[in-house]
């Protein structure tokens, strides 16, 4: 049983079962509806989900169903019947162990930021690094 949540608490989740796919999405949907370059994505059998609270939906798409929390914002789960019948994509980073299951695959990748090809080139820094 895998367990998570929205930022502000206002909406917890439980889900059982083993995922169907974990991956990163690079589309241009997933990134306007979470301001992110790329936003990974964990897919269960929505027969194993259940929900505390309340979530709002928004219809990004023709067949595509995007929940959040209506609080807080956060982004929480998707649902396409068209192109993902039976499961729920939850936000990866949602779960209270985000690092238990690492993503298998990038997903939509044609539509991927050039720049993000960079980006283990970039400096890395343990904490925000000083503007000094």
Not at 1 to 22: D, F, K, L, N, T
Not at 98 to 111: K, L, R, Y
């Amino acid at each position: 049983m895998r367990e998570g949540g929205c930022h502000c608490g206002a909406v917890r989740y439980q889900i059982a079962g083993e995922p169907a796919h974990h991956a990163l999405c690079h589309c241009g949907d997933c990134r306007r509806a979470s301001g992110a370059p790329v936003v990974a994505w964990i897919a269960f059998a929505d027969t194993g989900f259940s929900m505390q609270g309340e979530t709002v939906t928004y219809a990004s798409s023709e067949h595509g169903r995007r929940e959040f929390c209506p609080q807080c914002g956060t982004g929480l789960f998707y649902r396409n019947a068209a192109v993902l019948p039976g499961l729920i994509d939850i936000q990866t980073a949602t779960l209270d162990n985000p690092s238990a299951d690492a993503p298998g695959a990038h997903i939509q990748t044609a539509e991927r930021l050039d720049w993000m090809d960079q980006i283990e080139t970039l400096p890395k820094f343990e904490r925000y690094p000083s503007m000094g």
